[in-house]
């Protein structure tokens, strides 16, 4: 599984095209207590459907020759659904045409909408097709982020180098996902994953460039997958690598070009002879992949579980990221919750945290802050001083003439700066002093 599959010659026809069928199983089931308690008052209760089986998937699927392949979603932590690969026409946006299996050959036959739309009330299921849902009733509803998903088998981790604005970025990161983060600073790193069970997740992250590169992963059963996004100077690289389980073709006669499309069906991350592991990397210009990221792509990865080791070793990434993934994060973490007032509210309480905190780096404006920190007696006096200068320019109060006097605007936006700078800082001073006291 390290060696790069050879292409299909034929597969530029066709696009790969995932599916989740699941089969709603809430109410109560005929023994429960509640179905007896409405029994009793003979309120009649509507038996839940059995959960959906791969073989009943599998049936439909062959007995209409298409070419595809099924993996029990509890795999992918979606328990009780089935995962479907399907082979469709390539760049049709409406009318698309779903592969099957014509002794051998592949041709395209039914148009895809007429297979889901016949699939979900054959089997009285849901069929998620990208964001989504079609019922077994003949209706269609937009699917919720997380439905259907296993939080116990589910992490992600966010990492990108750290800076003194990572509280402002971990308190609206925070918001985004409603739950709180668990974080610990390593290596020049900032590790970041939920502390609490997340519905939803980031799929990027909106840092300054001072923070790159920086890093996502996730967890989903046994799929493992990334996103390294890294811009310095002109150059910038957009890489997305993911491993997980192979899913079973539907065509098995040997030597056809069906048995061969089902094959690519069933290792999506090899699609038309990719690299192992690699759905997509973007570079800023047209140059082949070289480095770090060329590294991974040649990377001797055995099993999905390899892909998150070998990329934080590639790409200098302290262990606590694979750590978090395979359930065993950093016992020391410290955890940021979302502020009052959502994103807003949580990036004033991020500013105001990235006051309080020791400044980071070594360049000579960071070096000054940092010997501040160290005295907020001194950062008092002289936040005061900012303060007073602020109400002096934008008042006037030394009598300048010419331009200065006449530029009663910008006098007014300077000593409103300078007031507010200020201002913080007497703030932080004042808590800093406070907390060493106490």
């Known amino acids: ?60 699927l062959t007995a209409r020759r298409l070419v595809a392949t099924v993996l029990d979603g509890a795999r992918v932590a979606q328990p009780g659904s089935v995962v479907v690969h399907l082979a469709v026409t390539r760049g049709e946006a409406e009318g698309a045409r779903v592969a099957v299996d014509e002794d051998g050959a592949v041709a395209a036959g039914p148009e895809l909408e007429d297979v889901v739309a016949a699939l979900a009330p054959a089997l009285q299921a849901d069929v998620t097709m990208g964001d989504v849902v079609y019922t077994g009733d003949g209706s269609a509803t937009d699917a919720e ?54 519905r939803t997740m ?45 899913s079973t073709p539907l065509v098995t006669a040997a030597g056809t070009q069906a048995t061969a499309l089902a094959a690519a069906l069933a290792e999506p991350a090899r699609w038309r002879g990719a690299e192992p592991w690699i759905e997509r990397a973007e570079l800023g210009a047209e140059e082949p992949l070289t480095g770090q990221a060329a590294e991974l792509r040649t990377a001797e990865l055995a099993v999905p579980d390899d892909l998150l080791p070998a990329a934080a070793r590639i790409f200098g990434l302290p262990r606590a990221v694979v750590d978090v993934i395979d359930g065993d994060p950093p016992e020391s973490a410290a955890t ?9 509210g949580s990036a004033v309480r991020g ?88």
């Open 1 to 60: 599984m390290t060696s790069p599959a050879q292409p299909v010659p034929f597969v530029d026809r066709w696009a790969l095209l995932p599916l989740t069928v699941s089969r709603p199983t809430e109410g109560p089931a005929s023994g429960d207590e509640a179905a007896g308690y409405l029994a009793a008052r003979g309120i009649a209760v509507r038996p839940a459907p059995s959960a959906l089986t791969l073989a009943q998937v599998t049936q439909f």
């Open 145 to 198: 982020p997380g439905a259907g998903r296993s939080l116990a088998d589910s992490r992600e981790v966010y990492a990108w180098r750290t800076s003194d604005y990572s509280p402002i970025f971990l308190r609206t990161l925070a918001a985004g996902l409603r739950v709180p983060l668990a974080h610990v600073e390593v290596e020049g790193w900032l590790v970041a994953w939920p502390a609490a069970p997340a």
């Open 202 to 246: 980031a799929l990027d992250l909106s840092v300054e460039k001072r923070e790159h590169p920086w890093f996502i992963a996730w967890r989903r059963g046994e799929v493992r997958a990334l996103r390294w996004k890294e811009t310095t100077g002109r150059h910038a690289l957009d890489l997305t690598a993911a491993s997980q389980p192979r």
């Open 336 to 344: 940021t919750a979302p502020a009052r007032g959502g994103v807003l």
């Open 351 to 438: 500013g105001v945290d990235s006051v309080l905190r020791e400044p980071l780096g070594h360049g000579l404006y960071s070096r000054f802050r940092r010997f501040l920190w160290h005295r907020p007696g001194l950062m008092a006096l002289l936040s005061v001083a900012e303060v007073a200068l602020g109400v002096v320019v934008a008042l006037n109060l030394l009598g300048w003439e010419g331009w200065l006097a006449d530029a009663g605007v910008l006098r007014w936006i300077v000593g409103a700066v300078l007031v507010l700078d200020g201002a913080t800082d007497l703030a932080a001073a004042l808590t800093l002093a406070r907390r060493r006291r106490g």
